[in-house]
Structure formats: C-alpha cells, structure tokens
C-alpha cells in the first residue's frame, strides 16, 4: 500500500521561504535534497515570486553531485497581467519533477539588467513510499 507524507523543502528550514541571493552556478543555493531512501520517491513543486527590481529569470539545476540538468524559469511580468508591480504573484516554477536517491535541485536568478530584487520561493516536497 502506497503512502504519502508533505514536508517543507529542504532549502527552507522555517517556512520564511527560500531567498535567492545567488546570481550564477557556482554560487547557487540549494533548494532541496531528496533523501537517499531507494523505497521513496518525492514530488517537489517550488513557487516563486518577487517584489521589486527588474524581472527576474529563475535558473534550476539538478543532478546528484554536480548540476546536471538545467531549466530556466522566468517570472511573471505585472505589466502583462494588469498587477501592481508591487505585488507580483506567484508563478508555478517546478510543476511536481519527481526526485528520488539524494538528488539536489539548487537556484541561482539572473536579470538582463538593474537590480535582482527580492525573489522568494515557496513549495514542498510530497514523500511517497510503497
């Protein structure tokens, strides 16, 4: 019988959310590290949002020891949706990638020029064993 477990991902210890300072691969930040359990598997969707400053583009990359795998993410434009730019919302930016044998996905964002701003992510990873 399968069962399934929620917790907080790994990169955000209290809940505050994951704040990304890192601009570039070799300063990324650690987002979340699946455990090395071979029975469980975890669902990890990440969030994303920022508050000031210039668009941000959002860099994920993933592999056991060394970044691997790499996706890019930009967030949602306030202009495009009719949102105060002060109140950005929130943009889907790992929509449930299936980890497993401690596996990593780090952060980094990068911006086509100004300042990064505040960018946070939010998320969890769902444990499922069986």
């Not at 009719?82 to 044998?101: E, F, N, Q």
Request: net charge negative; proline share 3%.
């Amino acid at each position: 019988m399968s069962s399934s477990q929620i917790r907080p991902l790994s990169g955000d210890a209290d809940g505050s959310g994951i704040l990304i300072t890192a601009a570039n691969t070799g300063d990324a930040q650690v987002v979340h590290k699946a455990g090395d359990e071979n029975t469980a598997t975890e669902k990890i969707t990440v969030w994303a949002t920022w508050n000031t400053g210039t668009r941000p583009t959002l860099h994920f990359e993933w592999g056991v020891d060394t970044a691997t795998r790499h996706i890019a993410v930009e967030l949602a434009d306030p202009s495009a949706t009719g949102v105060d730019s002060t109140r950005v919302g929130w943009t889907l930016a790992i929509p449930g990638i299936l980890l497993k044998s401690g596996l990593e996905i780090q952060c980094y964002a990068t911006v086509a020029s100004g300042s990064l701003g505040n960018v946070n992510l939010h998320g969890h990873a769902e444990i499922i064993t069986g």
